[in-house]
């Protein structure tokens, strides 16, 4: 058990080491700050660290499949273009949630503070 978990923070420190998922883990932390910032009630928050948890998730799980692609070819084949496709598809879907979920708490807040 305790091995496995050692696996698993260390697959979280390997996908600090790509550009991508470091990118998703400042985001994430902007948008803690500002949550903080704002004074978020205890459902805002949740739904703040369920779309920040699905969308590293998505950008740690499209990496791999990148990597697997990778050593699978690095030659152009339309095989591996519509695999990675779809891979950063699921984080363009995450990613919208996330920003629509942003958008909806921010509205509310405003209207609040007019
Ligand atoms: N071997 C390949 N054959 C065909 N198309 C590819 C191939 N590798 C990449 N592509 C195309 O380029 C796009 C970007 O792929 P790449 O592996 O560079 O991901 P990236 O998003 O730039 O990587 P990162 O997440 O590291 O920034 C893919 O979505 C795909 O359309």
Redesign the pocket.
């Known amino acids: 058990m305790i091995n496995k978990f050692k696996a698993a923070f260390a697959g979280i420190a390997d996908g600090l080491g ?3 998922v470091r990118i998703q883990y400042e985001l994430a932390a902007c948008a803690i700050a500002a949550g903080c910032i704002m004074k978020l009630t205890a459902g805002e928050w949740v739904a703040v660290i369920i779309c920040i948890g699905m969308v590293i998730t998505a950008e740690m799980l ?2 791999c499949i ?1 990597k697997i ?2 050593m699978y ?6 095989r ?2 519509v695999i ?2 779809i891979a ?1 598809g699921a984080v363009l879907a995450a990613s919208a949630a996330a920003l629509v979920t942003a958008m909806v708490i921010l509205a509310v807040h405003l209207k609040g503070n007019i």
Do not use: G, P, Q
């Open positions: 790509h550009r991508s499209n990496t990148e692609c990778d070819s690095t030659e152009i084949d339309a591996i273009k990675k496709d950063a």
